[in-house]
């Protein structure tokens, strides 16, 4: 894989430097992960992978095409690592190509429904602690009622 690594920075024409900085490397550990001194994490597999639109197969096996045929964009990589499903793609998508104006709007619509929520959560709660008490205060005068008649 460590030549891979190489293969892949000189086929971007890119210096161990700016390839290094591009997946959040110092110069010298890329130094030592290409002459096969030290292996690449998997954290920076992922990072090469992600940066770069390279095939992971490739990369850590040498099968396959070197880039992914189709360039995943940060959406992409976004929905695979929080799991969304495609109706969440699509209104996270679609919030976005909002203007900053309707998307303010939209999260202050938001903020808005979460406070409804929250008074008509705080009302339920207030109604059962008072009908709790009223059944306790039932309770309790029924008691004192039935020792009175013993």
């Not at 639109?53 to 189709?70: A, D, H, K, M, P």
């Not at 619509?109 to 039932?138: D, G, I, L, P, S």
């Amino acid at each position: 894989m460590n030549g891979r690594i190489k293969q892949l920075r000189e086929s971007l024409g890119m210096s161990q430097e700016a390839f290094a900085e591009s997946i959040k490397l110092k110069r010298n550990s890329l130094s030592l992960i290409e002459l096969g001194k030290r292996n690449p994490s998997d954290r920076t597999v992922a990072d090469i992978c992600e940066k770069h639109n390279v095939n992971e197969e490739w990369l850590r096996t040498g099968n396959g095409q070197i880039f992914n045929s189709t360039p995943e964009g940060p959406l992409d990589a976004l929905a695979r690592k929080y799991e969304l499903s495609q109706n969440d793609v699509i209104l996270v998508e679609r919030f976005l190509k909002l203007n900053k104006f309707q998307r303010d709007a939209v999260t202050d619509y938001m903020r808005q429904v979460a406070e409804a929520f929250n008074e008509k959560e705080k009302e339920e709660m207030t109604t059962e602690a008072a009908e709790a008490a009223h059944a306790f205060a039932r309770e309790e005068r029924s008691v004192l009622w039935q020792s009175s008649l013993i």
